[in-house]
């Protein structure tokens, strides 16, 4: 069973940055997509970043030019660096990875979350 762990959140001002890392521990699996999605209460989650095992990556229209996520398969983590930061990407930020092993079972895990808050 694996499991998500997500750190990298705080506290930080309008322009300020923030890089979330989110490791795997446990995953017996090959991972596929790696992904960062963040929630505001009273709103729907929404997709952040993505990014593929071939390293094909993807933006929220929201973030493009400021945020971007990396991997690292030999350390199974994701990172978000996240430049020029506004209030409105205050939110709970989670990861998700999605994979699959040799007998083409799938895997879908979720990390419990980071929350990162821009104030002024």
């Known amino acids: 069973q694996a499991q998500l762990r997500e750190s990298g959140g705080g506290l930080v001002q309008p322009g300020g940055r923030l890089r979330l890392s989110c490791v795997a521990s446990?995953?017996?699996?090959?991972?596929?997509?790696m992904e960062w999605y963040r929630r505001v209460p009273g709103k729907e989650r929404e997709l952040v970043s993505r990014i593929t095992s071939s390293g094909y990556t993807r933006y929220a229209d929201s973030v493009k030019g400021r945020f971007t996520t990396s991997r690292d398969d030999s350390r199974d983590t994701v990172y978000l660096q996240m430049n020029s930061l506004k209030p409105e990407d205050t939110a709970m930020y989670y990861c998700?990875?999605?994979?699959?092993?040799?007998?083409?079972?799938?895997?879908?895990?979720w990390g419990d979350g980071t929350q990162v808050t821009v104030f002024s």
């Open positions: 446990g995953a017996n699996f090959v991972i596929d997509d």
């Open positions: 998700h990875m999605e994979g699959h092993d040799s007998w083409d079972n799938e895997y879908d895990y």
